[in-house]
């Protein structure tokens, strides 16, 4: 089977994460969260008190950042600037910042080139918002994911509670609907879905049937004739 580049984007809470993990996990490919990346920016912006404002200074930030995505045990450790942020980086004042530096056109520059070298090799599943749009416009297979936004407003829930975070689902509820409006209006790659995306909407499937499904689609993809 040759070494496909998956990409998976789709909003937030539509469960790309869990079924990019799964789907690298059944193929033995490397499982990319380019969300950990801007993450990442994010949380060094808000130690250091850069303006999420500051398009300028965002760029300059990243430009100075290493991010090391690491596999362990089927799951991903992140490391900024070699120190293991994986959990500092989950946390609801992260993901709000993430969200606004999401938007700055420069920051995007920058770890997209960083995205693209990571998979340029193929054999990964690389999930986002904008991977088979402008990442990897040619990935052999990609998917846009979604779910209802209730459902991914209740599976963002249970994330934070599972945290210990206080926060309730009618709060997380707006939350998922702003980040819609953010991710969809955004000049730099606005979230959408590719013309050659498979749509697979979430809402009433189990996450181990999603990955089935895409590792099904994968197979038939690494059997046609690569152009």
Known sequence: ?????????GPVGSGKSTLARRVA??????????????????????????????????ASLARDTRI?????????????????????????????????VAVVPELRK?????????GERGGVVMEGRDIGSVVFPDAQLKIFLTAS????????????????????????LAEVHERDRRDRERSASPLIRAEDA??????????????????LLAKERSRAPMG
């Open 1 to 9: 089977m040759p070494n496909l580049i998956i990409a998976i984007d």
């Open 149 to 172: 936004p209730e459902i991914r407003a209740g599976r963002r829930w249970c994330e934070h509670q599972q945290k210990g975070d206080a926060i309730d689902i009618a709060r997380t």
């Open 110 to 118: 920058v770890l997209v080139v960083e995205q693209r070298r990571a």
């Open 198 to 215: 498979v749509l697979v909407d979430s809402t009433a499937m189990e996450p181990e049937e999603v990955a089935r499904l895409v590792v």
């Open 25 to 58: 996990a059944l193929l033995g490919y490397t499982y990319i969260d380019t969300g950990a990346m801007y993450r990442s920016v994010a949380l060094k912006a808000l130690r250091r008190q850069v303006s999420l404002e500051s398009a300028e200074q965002l």
């Open 68 to 100: 090391d995505l690491r596999a362990r045990d089927a799951t991903q450790q992140v490391f900024l600037d070699g120190e293991d942020v994986t959990a500092a980086i989950r946390t609801p004042e992260v993901a709000l910042a993430a969200s606004k």
